[in-house]
């Protein structure tokens, strides 16, 4: 599976965003995605995720509210509607995917081991 994200941006704080992910390869269809967040200096940490078939969604408690996830399979597409972002939601934003990982996505230890595909990451800044 390859994933691509895009829609990151400079914005003020209120502001909203919307992330697109594009995903392609054979298992793109029926795998779980989910987005992730890793500013400098600090790791990378769950922000959504969303089953395949978009029947179960999990947020982070800190975007709850604010952040929306959403999936188009058929365009192979999950999209981060981001709400009155604040300045501490700067971070890069990674897309990733795994089978039947939506409910663990918020609770593994090191995602970038643990999730088999990632994106590159898309920048997001919010000035306050």
């Known amino acids: 599976v390859q994933l691509a994200e895009s829609g990151g941006g400079l914005v003020q704080a209120g502001d909203s965003l919307r992330l697109s992910c594009a995903a392609s390869g054979r298992t793109s269809g029926s795998s779980d995605m989910g987005w992730f967040r890793q500013a400098p200096g600090k790791e990378r940490e769950f922000v959504a995720a969303?089953?395949?078939?978009?029947?179960?969604?999990y947020y982070a408690d800190s975007v709850k509210g604010r952040f929306t996830i959403s999936r188009d399979n058929a365009k192979n597409t999950v999209y981060l509607q981001m709400n009155s972002l604040k300045p501490e939601d700067t971070a890069v934003y990674y897309c990733?995917?795994?089978?039947?990982?939506?409910?663990?996505?918020?609770?593994?230890?090191?995602?970038?081991?643990?999730?088999?595909?990632w994106g590159q990451g898309t920048q997001v800044t919010v000035s306050s």
């Open positions: 969303i089953t395949w078939t978009g029947s179960s969604i």
């Open positions: 990733a995917a795994d089978l039947r990982a939506a409910q663990r996505m918020g609770i593994v230890r090191d995602p970038a081991s643990e999730l088999r595909w």
